[in-house]
């Protein structure tokens, strides 16, 4: 088979110095001349890298899990057509492992005068912000013998947000929201607070309900219907301090509180409540306040993207002062934490006094599911003592959510799957006993 091309000039010109290794220096120069020449020629038809011009455009922003497209616009302002191997560098959790060779390299031609676009595809890892490295770029010849080679700064930066896989209960739980508030079922007394309307009694309804006045003006009994309170104060409060590092299945705990907070943000501001966000270990990390209805949950994606576990204490008092300063009128505090003895005993309960006096407080933890695997586990020696450490840490985290109840405070203790709907439930529960 003939080759034509770069191969067959190879094959040329590495076939000239064979059989002349006796003769001396002068000759083997003299064959090598055609391929030095070749290199040389190559050299200058190569389109110069330094001269080119680099523009990015794309997505900005793109949740955990999901597919980012970036676009790097490349303009050849040469006479000499350009004929390159391109490598968009990003940080390694920009994409799944083993893809990175695949989604960063690219080949591309680009005529003299023209210019050209090949997108990166990004699939990000982790949560925060990305920033695109350096675009390093090789020039070949027509020969492919020689090449140039060069970097750009090209800056872009793409926001991986939370992924908000809770998203799926929040149609559940707007419709218990619906019943609560009186749109598709007859609400009983001591659900809400808030008057509503009077209609027609109807048998089943609650006796207590009824309205001695309205029904002595007209010719039925009359009922009073109530409402969920509305343009209350929630502040939803996330300790990012060391206990939120430790990983649950393949994400740390602060990964699952996130994304129970954006369930409940986002049911709560259907429910016409006001949302505001603290992240505090010792030092507020994030604030998120004064946000309309329609604003609130993009702001608490946006704010929680970069939020990151600290390897530090959680000053409890500290977040207690904050948490006053930033609710100073009645509020329904939720505090997304450790249910840890020594964290809880030593830190949050000596301060949490300050925090229920003023406002109905709620804590939400995330469990271990591993920890009742472990406890249902038998057949071996080692089974049956890990069995009796997980039922020791589940006596100790119960007697720790136990002194939090004895405080006032309404305590959620779930998985991460579990944590969100349980949560949301949780609020619900509070606004229909009118405790918000």
């Known amino acids: 088979m003939a080759l034509t091309g770069r191969a067959a000039l190879l094959a040329a010109l590495g076939s000239l110095p064979v059989g002349i290794w006796d003769a001396g220096w002068t000759d083997i120069l003299a064959v090598n001349v055609p391929l030095a020449v070749a290199c040389a020629c190559d050299c200058a038809l190569a389109a110069p890298v330094r ?19 970036v676009t790097l616009t490349v303009t050849n302002p040469s006479r000499r057509p350009l004929r390159a191997r391109l490598r968009d560098a990003w940080p390694p959790s920009s994409w799944q492992p083993g893809t990175e060779t695949e989604a960063s390299r690219h080949r591309l031609t680009v005529p003299a005068g023209e210019r050209r676009r090949v997108t990166t595809r990004l699939r990000p890892t982790r949560r925060g912000d990305r920033r695109a490295d350096r675009v390093t770029i090789r020039s070949y010849g027509p020969l492919g013998l020689y090449a140039r080679q060069g970097t750009h700064q090209v800056p ?67 009922v009073r219907t109530w409402r969920p309170e509305r343009d209350r104060h929630i502040l939803l409060i996330l300790d990012t301090g060391r206990t939120s590092a430790g990983r649950v ?28 966000l603290l992240a505090y270990d010792r030092r507020t990390r994030a604030l998120v306040q004064g946000r309309a209805a329609g604003d609130v949950l993009p702001a608490l994606v946006n704010a929680m993207a970069t939020l990151e576990p600290e ?45 229920t006096q003023r406002h109905t ?17 038998r057949g071996s020696v080692d089974a049956v003592y890990e069995a009796a450490a997980a039922a020791r840490a589940r006596t100790e985290r119960d007697r720790t959510a136990d002194r939090l109840r004895r405080q006032g405070v309404t305590v959620v203790d779930a998985t991460p799957e579990d944590l969100a709907p349980a ?14």
Do not use: C, N
């Open 51 to 69: 001269r080119l011009g680099l523009t990015r455009s794309g997505d900005t922003s793109v949740r955990l899990g999901e597919r980012a497209d």
């Open 156 to 222: 872009w930066t793409v926001r991986v947000l939370p992924p908000f896989t809770s998203r799926k209960h929040l149609p559940s739980k707007l419709a218990r929201l619906r019943e609560l508030d009186g749109r598709t079922s007859v609400l009983t007394r001591g659900e809400g607070t808030e008057f509503d309307s009077l209609r027609e009694y109807v048998p089943g309804d609650d006796t207590r309900s009824i309205d001695w006045r309205a029904t002595a003006r007209q010719s039925s009994v009359a």
């Open 249 to 276: 299945g393949d994400a740390p705990r602060l990964d699952a509180a996130m994304d129970a907070a954006l369930l409940l943000a986002a049911l709560a501001a259907r429910a016409g409540d006001r949302v505001d």
């Open 311 to 355: 390897l530090l204490e959680t000053d409890a008092r500290g977040l207690t002062a904050t948490a006053l300063h930033t609710a100073p009128r009645r509020s329904l505090i939720v505090l997304l934490t450790s249910l840890d003895a020594a964290p809880v005993e030593e830190g949050l309960l000596p301060v949490l006094p300050q925090l």
């Open 361 to 377: 407080v709620l804590v939400a933890s995330v469990a271990d599911p591993h920890i009742a695997r472990m406890a249902a586990a």
């Open 423 to 436: 949560l949301a439930d949780a609020y619900l529960a509070l606004k229909a006993a009118g405790r918000l």
